[in-house]
């Protein structure tokens, strides 16, 4: 069971970027997928999750109304679209498997440890 998370770089602050998150080995229909990062010195914090049926969502308020988070279980894929990106943006980011197709988000940021599998994560840089 593998994930891959791809699409990082370097951005200048008010662009964009598209991470990918896909798998080899298994189908994503039944496990709610996040997408996490983490900044140097700082802990792995939820940035936006997605119940395996996409009708439930968590977002962090830091990104709300610039990254959005969808998902094509037809292809496997969970999209983690960023823009209007900023510097306080900048971390390695990492998706994330959750086996349960019941799950559903609130307020509170999702925890790490009910995630199963994670990918290698893909380094976002946002400087001028």
């Known amino acids: 069971v593998q994930l891959q998370a791809y699409g990082g770089g370097w951005v200048r602050p008010g662009g964009s970027l598209r991470l990918s998150c896909t798998t080899t080995g298994f189908s994503l229909n039944d496990y709610a997928v996040g997408w996490f990062r983490e900044a140097p010195g700082k802990e792995r914090e939820a940035v936006s999750c997605i119940s395996n049926n996409g009708r439930s969502r968590y977002t962090q308020d830091s990104v709300k109304g610039r990254f959005t988070i969808s998902r094509n279980n037809i292809d496997n894929v969970v999209i983690l679209q960023m823009d209007n990106v900023v510097p306080d943006d900048t971390a390695v980011y990492y998706c994330?498997?959750?086996?349960?197709?019941?799950?559903?988000?609130?307020?509170?940021?999702?925890?790490?440890?009910?995630?199963?599998?994670w990918g290698q994560g893909t380094q976002v840089t946002v400087s001028s």
């Open positions: 994330a498997a959750e086996m349960n197709p019941h799950r559903t988000y609130g307020s509170e940021a999702p925890r790490t440890a009910s995630f199963d599998y």
